[in-house]
């Protein structure tokens, strides 16, 4: 059992304290069945209810929990819940085309099964997909935190409400609604080790007062700017040099300037010994393990570690009644985001073997030569000899990610004696530009420099400005997302049976995606070495129709059902049931149960024909200079047009105990399994493997590239256990406390490694990516007229290295600490303090250097350090 779990069990223990699933509502928050309150819906059904806890876990996280906690973005939020345990894209990973976004993979399943709704509906994804071309996402960062009332968590599948990648569960963004009053804000943040200066500045406006004008206007502003921090600005990173497991000169490159003769490394070094500017004499053993001397380079100035970013965002939602019992509303949320970063896994263009071009009439691959010619001034060796160069005069791979995202809605809603009904029409878009300012090479012209001797490889600086403007190349790729369509849906009662009236819900939806992701054309032109493509050009139509009940079977038991038929035009129909059990065994006690079946369409980028040509890096057994060190080859994935749906059926099982108004406690069993799995081999596998129709390797030995293809791999199965709790006390003198955590413990999560291979288990294991078994936020909370603070408290379990790494076998867990202060002492004013990572702890050393250059896992951690925020609300 886990640290964290253990302290939990204790505390259930001493406080008798308990947990559920709207325990991160606030400290305010109490069981709605212990006072009157009105129906609403809640994520994971569309059937208006009163009762706080249905068959659905539903965490909900409050507005105060948002403002106090510590995080500025929703993605940051999100991304701490303990149900995010892993495969997410983070936007401090900077070596993609998703660079700078965010999105949330709950279950450990990845983002592609996690459903990302705003007000219940949603949003078209990002335009660049993520891990390769597998992850179609809604970018988190797009997403309005100022107008954000609460974010509603469902841990279950429902693709039974709300059709595919409804899989792992959904996020429920909801904005404030029906609000009268201005506000306005802004916050200033540093981090205690330098660099990741941020400001962020708000106003919220509301008019009209819906029962009393008959209609309210909401408009939201936000502004937030962050600047970037690069590898030389942390001890932990600057220098490049690293003593501890698995590490050597990790953060350092050999290939400066050398040659390559008979498998050693010759340093590139003029008549004086003098390797080029910018570049250090040294042994490249430590580096790579090849014999001799090199011209090597420090990376760490020329490595991001979180890209700048500057995000401007704007909603607006209103509502109007225009008859009686029939309201009109529409919303509009438009973002622009704007990130700038190194380009992580080559921030100049370096000449190496393995690289490849594409063949501009062919469209395939071919490999571009990285030999000097015999008849190059600089090559002593009179034959053409092998190099590998890094030309700092070609300029620095500067990549600037551009998005813009919207979405604009209208509809319709009504209420009547027998049934509520609701239509809309919606339409969303996210189009991205990603723009590389030089670092590439004209394959051609770089060729007739080397043949011709017009590049001065000893002194770059010396070489005609006209020669490298013919070599250096500047690259936009751009990619488009949309999104839109129509829904329909009607709820109410059916009629009373003995224990109560039944409530039903139907529906029928309609909407179109499409997904269009272009290469540069210096790369269609086949002029870029080197060239990283993401090429995906795929639509679709789907057509769906829904129902729900709820069932009183007894006073105290519920049951619902629901089903889903979803139409898709590119691979047929799919059928999705729930069935779920809600006994109110007690005043007390409320027991909870469902199975489901569900589905994941294949993404647009995964079951059409995309290619995928991309760099990282991967642990090569068989290297011939150091078994087992990680190496940098091409990565080939192409997708799959003959692709099954993904099939999933889940299973829960929770208690929920509320004693009291001020204690809920919840602890809730949850068990996926997937079929039909799509996906890759894992990259480190088809090199252990070392088929040579995967794996390309030189003459030497060394890997140069790694081929893979989507495909439905067999089966997935996970399970885990949630606990939440949520504890309030007041006191007259002393003010009011909270507790409040959130608990989540992976039991297994097995798959196959190889197509048609056993289920592993890859729970509390770094195999493919990281995946902690045990996650947890736990927030300590006190008021007392106008001061509160909030100390929050994240926990994340270390995991076992698979293979091991020399001198390391497990990673150690993490803990962070927030503390929020604020101060309302001021008429409508409150003045507020912030400091992330009270103690400054740094990420868990990682010998697999799973990192760019760096010994820890970037999909999991950062290194901002210590962070400090001051900032001021105001309401009119």
């Not at 981090?191 to 009393?212: P, R």
């Not at 679709?540 to 619902?560: F, G, H, K, M, W």
């Amino acid at each position: 059992m886990s640290t964290y779990a253990t302290a939990l069990l204790s505390s259930v223990a001493i406080f008798s304290l308990p947990m559920a699933a709207q325990a991160q509502s606030g400290p305010a928050s109490v069981p709605a069945e212990s006072a009157t309150v009105a129906d609403v819906v809640v994520t994971g059904s569309n059937i208006r209810r009163a009762a706080a806890e249905g068959v659905n876990a539903v965490q909900v996280i409050g507005r105060e929990e948002l403002e106090t906690s510590g995080k500025v973005t929703v993605a940051d939020l999100l991304r701490s819940i303990s149900a995010n345990t892993g495969n997410a894209t983070n936007e401090t990973s900077n070596s993609g085309w998703a660079s700078g976004s965010a999105g949330i993979g709950l279950r450990g399943l990845s983002q592609k099964n996690t459903l990302v709704l705003l007000n219940g509906r949603r949003v078209a994804n990002y335009g660049f997909p993520a891990n390769g071309l597998s992850d179609t996402f809604v970018n988190l960062n797009a997403l309005p935190m100022v107008a954000t009332q609460r974010l509603e968590v469902l841990k279950d599948g429902a693709s039974a409400v709300y059709g595919s990648d409804a899989v792992a569960g959904v996020v429920n963004v909801i904005t404030r609604q029906d609000f009268e009053g201005l506000e306005f804000g802004g916050s200033y943040g540093v981090s205690d080790a330098g660099g990741l200066d941020t400001w962020q500045g708000k106003i919220v406006g509301g008019y009209g007062d819906l029962e009393d004008d008959g209609f309210n206007v909401l408009v939201s502003l936000e502004a937030y700017t962050r600047e970037r921090l690069d590898q030389d600005e942390r001890d932990l990173t600057k220098s490049g040099i690293y003593s501890g497991p698995g590490g050597r000169w990790n953060g350092w490159s050999a290939k400066g300037a050398r040659f390559l003769i008979n498998g050693a490394s010759v340093p590139f070094v003029d008549a004086q010994g003098n390797c080029p500017q910018g570049m250090v004499l040294t042994a490249s053993a430590p580096i790579d393990g090849l014999a001799g001397n090199t011209c090597a380079i420090n990376l760490a100035p020329y490595t991001t570690l979180i890209p700048s970013t500057d995000r401007y965002q704007a909603y607006v939602h209103a509502t109007a009644r225009v008859a009686p019992g029939i309201e009109a509303f529409g919303e509009l949320l438009y973002s622009h985001i704007e990130g700038a970063s190194i380009f992580g896994s080559s921030p100049y263009f370096t000449l190496e073997g393995g690289r490849f071009a594409l063949n501009a009439q062919t469209g395939l691959a071919e490999p571009v030569s990285n030999l000097l010619p015999a008849n190059n001034p600089y090559n002593p060796y009179g034959r053409a000899v092998p190099i590998e160069y890094t030309f700092f005069d070609l300029g620095q791979s500067l990549k600037t990610n551009t998005s813009q995202a919207y979405r604009a809605l209208a509809g319709l809603r009504g209420t009547g004696a027998r049934f509520d009904w609701e239509a809309a029409v919606f339409a969303s878009a996210s189009r991205e530009r990603e723009r590389v300012a030089a670092g590439f090479a004209n394959r051609f012209a770089l060729a007739d420099a080397l043949a011709t001797g017009s590049l001065n490889l000893w002194e770059p600086n010396a070489t005609p400005q006209a020669v490298l403007d013919g070599i250096r190349l500047s690259t936009l790729r751009p990619a488009e997302s949309e999104l839109y369509g129509a829904d329909f849906k009607i709820s109410g009662e059916l009629f009373s049976l003995p224990a109560g009236p039944i409530g039903y819900a139907a529906g029928v939806e309609y909407r179109h995606e499409a997904l269009e992701s272009r290469n540069p054309r210096e790369i269609d032109a086949g002029l870029q070495v080197r060239p990283a493509i993401a090429a995906v050009d795929g639509e679709r139509d789907v057509a769906a129709v829904y129902v729900e009940a709820n069932v009183p079977i007894l006073s105290t038991v519920d049951l619902q059902i629901a089903g889903r038929g979803d139409h898709y035009s590119d691979f047929g129909e799919a059928f999705s049931p729930k069935v779920g059990v809600r006994w109110r065994a007690h005043e007390a006690w409320l027991v909870r149960a469902s199975a489901s079946r569900g589905f994941r369409a294949p993404s647009l980028s995964e079951n059409s024909a995309s290619t995928n040509i991309s760099y990282g890096s991967v642990a090569d057994p068989f290297d011939p200079d150091i078994p087992g060190s990680r190496q940098s080859p091409t990565f080939f994935t192409v997708g799959n047009t003959d692709l099954e749906p993904e099939k999933t059926r889940s299973y829960n099982f929770g208690v929920v105990f509320t004693p009291t108004r001020d204690t809920i406690l919840s602890v809730d069993w949850y068990r996926v399994e997937l079929d039909n799995l799509v996906g890759t081999n894992n990259t480190t596998s088809i090199v252990q493997a070392n088929n040579s129709a995967d794996v390309i390797r030189d003459g030497r030995g060394k890997l140069v590239a790694v081929y893979n293809r989507y495909q439905n791999l067999s089966e997935l199965k996970t399970s885990g256990v949630d606990v939440e709790l949520s504890q309030r006390w007041r006191t007259d003198r002393w003010g009011d406390f909270a507790l409040q955590t959130a608990y989540t413990h992976v039991i297994d999560y097995r798959r196959p490694v190889t197509v048609g291979g056993p289920l592993v288990d890859y729970a509390g294991t770094n195999r493919g990516a990281s995946l902690p078994a045990d996650k947890a936020t736990t927030r300590a909370g006190w008021s007392k007229g106008d001061l509160e603070a909030d100390l929050t408290w994240y926990y994340t379990s270390g995991y076992d290295l698979v293979p091991v790494v020399t001198g390391q076998t497990c990673v150690d867990a993490y803990n962070q600490v927030d503390l929020y202060l604020g101060w309302s002492g001021l008429a409508n004013a409150k003045i507020y303090a912030k400091i992330e990572n009270l103690a400054d702890e740094q990420p868990p050393y990682d010998g697999s250097f799973p990192g760019i250059r760096a010994p820890y896992d970037f999909s999991q951690y950062d290194l901002r350090g210590r962070q400090f925020r001051i900032g001021f609300d105001y309401r009119f």
